[in-house]
C-alpha cells in the first residue's frame, strides 16, 4: 500500500511562506489525484486544495486561493504545497492524502493519509 510522509510544517510569522512536501513510498503517485487537507484544534478536518495525477487539474478552497499553489512531481514521488501571504487562520496541521479515483474535496473519497504536520503562524 502507499505510504505518505510530509514535511516542511514550523512556525512561520504573518506575511511568511512556508512550502510543503509529502513523499510517497510503497507507489509511485502516478495515476493518484492528490489532496492537501487541514484541521486546527477542536474543528473538522477542512478541504485545502487537489491535483490530478497529470497536473492538469487542480482546485482550491476559497480561503486559499490565490496565497497557495498544489504541485507535483510524479518522478520524484512528491507533491508539494507552496504556501505564501501566511495568516494566523493558517494555523492547523496539514495532511496529505491519495485519491486513485480522481480529484476531490471530500475527506471520504481518499484512501491514503499522512501522519500530518504541524503549521503555526503567528502575528
Known amino acids: 500500500q502507499v505510504q505518505l510522509v510530509e514535511s516542511g510544517g514550523g512556525l512561520m510569522q504573518a506575511g511568511g511562506s512556508l512550502r510543503l512536501s509529502c513523499a510517497a513510498s510503497?507507489?509511485?503517485?502516478?495515476?493518484?489525484?492528490m489532496g492537501w487537507f487541514r484541521q486546527a484544534p477542536g474543528k473538522e478536518r477542512e478541504f485545502v486544495s487537489t491535483i490530478s495525477w497529470s497536473g492538469g487539474g487542480i482546485y482550491y478552497a476559497d480561503s486559499v486561493k490565490g496565497r497557495f499553489t498544489i504541485s507535483r512531481d510524479n518522478a520524484k514521488n512528491t507533491v508539494y504545497l507552496q504556501m505564501n501571504s501566511l495568516k494566523p487562520e493558517d494555523t492547523a496541521v496539514y495532511y496529505c492524502a491519495g485519491n486513485p479515483r480522481g480529484p476531490s474535496s471530500q475527506v471520504a473519497a481518499y484512501d491514503y493519509w499522512g501522519q500530518g504536520t504541524e503549521v503555526t503562524v503567528s502575528s
Open positions: 510503497g507507489r509511485t503517485l502516478s495515476r493518484y489525484a
